[in-house]
């Protein structure tokens, strides 16, 4: 069974910096895209950031300049760096992949479980 396993949510304070950590595990093929989507109380989940296999990288415009994704292929682990982080940016904050299982062709779509993220002001 492949899973994700998030892990370095916690509280900030407001301009502090946070890092999670989403690695893979399990048998598969092969890890594509990767991203981190979040969802605060009361509105839809939303894409914060994603990387492609390749490294192409894209932000929401709300955290452009301050978040950083990247990832560790290696160790099938996607990271996100968040800095200056605001009271707007507290979340649960969820990994998302597309992940090649049963065939090298095939996707399936995997979320972790979600790691709460919350900044004071």
């Known amino acids: 069974q492949v899973q994700l396993v998030e892990s370095g949510g916690g509280l900030m304070q407001a301009g502090g910096s946070l890092r999670l950590s989403c690695a893979a595990s399990?048998?598969?093929?092969?890890?594509?895209?990767m991203g981190w989507y979040r969802q605060a109380p009361g509105k839809q989940r939303e894409l914060v950031a994603a990387?492609?296999?390749?490294?192409?990288?894209n932000y929401a415009d709300s955290v452009k300049g301050r978040f950083t994704i990247s990832r560790d292929n290696a160790k099938n682990t996607v990271y996100l760096q968040m800095n200056s982080l605001k009271p707007e940016d507290t979340a649960v904050y969820y990994c998302?992949?597309?992940?090649?299982?049963?065939?090298?062709?095939?996707?399936?779509?995997?979320w972790g479980q979600g790691t709460q993220v919350t900044v004071s002001s």
């Open positions: 998302n992949a597309a992940v090649s299982i049963r065939t090298p062709l095939t996707n399936n779509d995997l």
């Open positions: 990387i492609s296999s390749i490294g192409s990288t």
């Open positions: 399990g048998r598969f093929f092969s890890i594509n895209a």
